[in-house]
């Protein structure tokens, strides 16, 4: 969805009609249980206030900018209050903490039921301190509307979200670095064919790899897979790939398209 150079990332405009867009595309059965998941561009009143409306029933936990009265919460949060933070794996991560700031925030003017979280860590070696840094450590918000579980889980799950950066990497290296075309139009069907390169990659890597494979960027797929030199043989009415002996991923390509082929109806 291409939007004029000057579009702010605040905009809740645009945010609801992203939301809608992808809802859209979810089968009619799940698409009321949905989590939208943002980073703090989309911590607006218009857009939560959109999600929270009665029967659209879609969860949220998005990013929530630290204003000067969360600042002066969280320094007003007892030490027993910190609960050790979880790492991508789940597990206890040393130096981060994760703590609840609902009951001492003023949120009548957000969605009811609305709930605040913020996570302390302290730095890597190295990183420079932030403005919103307090007490050497940093500080990040969030909001949802998830009334149950514990607050390192919604914590790693809200961070989770970042996934979509790999998503936006990979996407720059099939072809949304640059738009290559002069009129408006031509661009929307450039990343139209964009999004369809991505989708194909995705599904290829779920379907068909396995292991570090999956976690491959289009760069490597190109390399190992994409690009390597090969032939369609046909004889005994089947249609044969042959690859070359030497080639050192011809023995993953090979197991790729047999769990292709068990996939298909019949």
């Not at 998005?62 to 050790?84: H, N």
């Not at 991508?88 to 009951?103: K, N, P």
């Not at 720059?172 to 990343?191: A, I, M, S």
Request: net charge positive; with cysteine.
């Amino acid at each position: 969805m291409l939007r004029p150079g000057n579009a702010g990332s605040n905009t809740a405009a645009d945010h609801i009609q992203a939301a809608r867009l992808a809802q859209a595309q979810l089968p009619a059965a799940v698409r009321r249980r949905v989590l939208i998941r943002a980073d703090s561009g989309g911590g607006t009143h218009e857009f939560l206030a959109w999600l929270a409306r009665p029967g659209r029933r879609l969860a949220h936990s998005v990013g929530f900018t630290i204003t000067d009265d969360i600042a002066d919460a969280i320094l007003a949060i007892p030490k027993t209050a910190w609960t050790p933070a979880y790492d991508a794996g789940g597990l206890v991560r040393d130096g981060a903490w994760v703590a609840e700031l609902t009951g001492m925030l003023n949120l009548s003017a957000w969605p009811k039921g609305m709930r605040v979280i913020v996570r302390k860590e302290r730095p890597h070696p190295g990183a420079q301190l932030r403005l919103t840094d307090i007490d050497g450590h940093r500080f990040t918000c969030f909001a949802t509307s998830t009334r149950g579980g514990q607050l390192a889980d919604l914590e790693l799950r809200h961070r989770r979200r970042a996934r979509c950066e790999d998503r936006i990497r990979c996407a720059k290296d099939t072809g949304l670095r640059n738009l290559p075309l002069h009129g408006y139009g031509q661009n929307e069907v450039w990343c139209e064919l964009v999004a369809m390169a991505c989708e194909l990659l995705a599904w290829t890597q779920m379907l068909a790899l396995d292991g570090p494979a999956r976690r491959w960027e289009p760069k490597r797929l190109r390399l190992r897979l994409l690009g390597v030199a090969g032939r369609l043989v046909r004889g005994s009415r089947r249609l044969r790939l042959r690859l070359a002996a030497r080639w050192p991923w011809a023995t993953q390509i090979t197991a790729a398209i047999s769990r292709l082929h068990a996939l298909e109806p019949g």
